[in-house]
């Protein structure tokens, strides 16, 4: 069946606008998390929705990034006024259930901001 | 200190060597434990679970060490295939559902 898909591939922007990053994830799936790579680094948690609800936005490194989710399905990421340092690979994962499911990787967007 | 660390290597052994990745955690109450694949400039893939007993899938062994608080992955018989940075997974147990993943281990298997 189709896996996580994640919209634009690649994004470069210039500093000081914002974006808008996509996620379909797997259809059934409840569970839905973010997370960003920087080059050479790990995974870093940014949100973690289950339905249309987030209750762990603790990752979200500052208040230029917001997310939503609707209809339990699809995601958006946005970042308002980029900055360089949000230059990385933006990656979403979806799971069945949550918890202590394994979670299933998107293919990422990579943002690059110039 | 860090959630999760692990060694960044990098490893490189020769084809059909056996090799070791062990990882360590922070958080005694961590409940779930995974190794991920990831290939260069690939999204991560779920390579197993990690479960108390310890489990097996083909030439891949994982090994849960919670007194030590410490995951292994053993990878035997080494294929070129295998080459790919592996990434050691922990929940948080504070809400279950933040997962700290570590910066990862790259191995090169050589022929």
């Known amino acids: 069946g189709a896996g996580v898909s994640q919209s634009p591939s690649n994004k470069v922007t210039e500093k000081g606008k914002d974006v808008e990053l996509r996620c379909d994830p797997i259809s059934g799936h409840t569970a839905l998390y973010w997370y960003r790579q920087s080059l050479g680094q790990g995974l870093e948690f940014l949100i973690y929705?289950?339905?249309?609800?987030?209750?762990?936005k603790s990752g979200l490194p500052s208040d230029r990034f917001s997310a939503e989710r609707t209809g339990g399905s699809v995601s958006t990421l946005t970042i308002q006024r980029t900055q360089q340092e949000d230059s990385a690979v933006y990656l979403c994962?979806?799971?069945?259930?949550?918890?202590?499911?394994?979670?299933?990787f998107g293919p990422g967007t990579r943002l690059t901001v110039t | 200190r860090k959630e999760v660390e692990q060694d960044p290597g990098p490893f490189n052994v020769p084809e059909g060597a056996t090799v070791a990745f062990n990882c360590t955690y922070s958080n005694s109450a961590s409940q779930s434990f995974f190794w991920y694949r990831q290939d260069c400039r690939k999204e991560p893939k779920l390579l197993m679970s990690v479960y108390s007993s310890g489990n097996e899938d083909g030439r891949f062994t994982a090994q849960l060490n919670r007194a030590s608080q410490y995951i292994s992955l053993l990878i035997r018989d080494s294929k070129l295939s295998d080459s790919a940075t592996y990434l050691c997974?922990?929940?948080?147990?504070?809400?279950?559902?933040?997962?700290?993943f570590g910066t990862g281990t790259s191995l090169t298997v050589i022929p």
């Open positions: 994962a979806s799971s069945p259930f949550g918890g202590s499911y394994e979670q299933y």
């Open positions: 929705f289950q339905g249309n609800s987030a209750p762990d």
């Open positions: 997974v922990v929940n948080g147990a504070a809400t279950g559902n933040q997962f700290y």
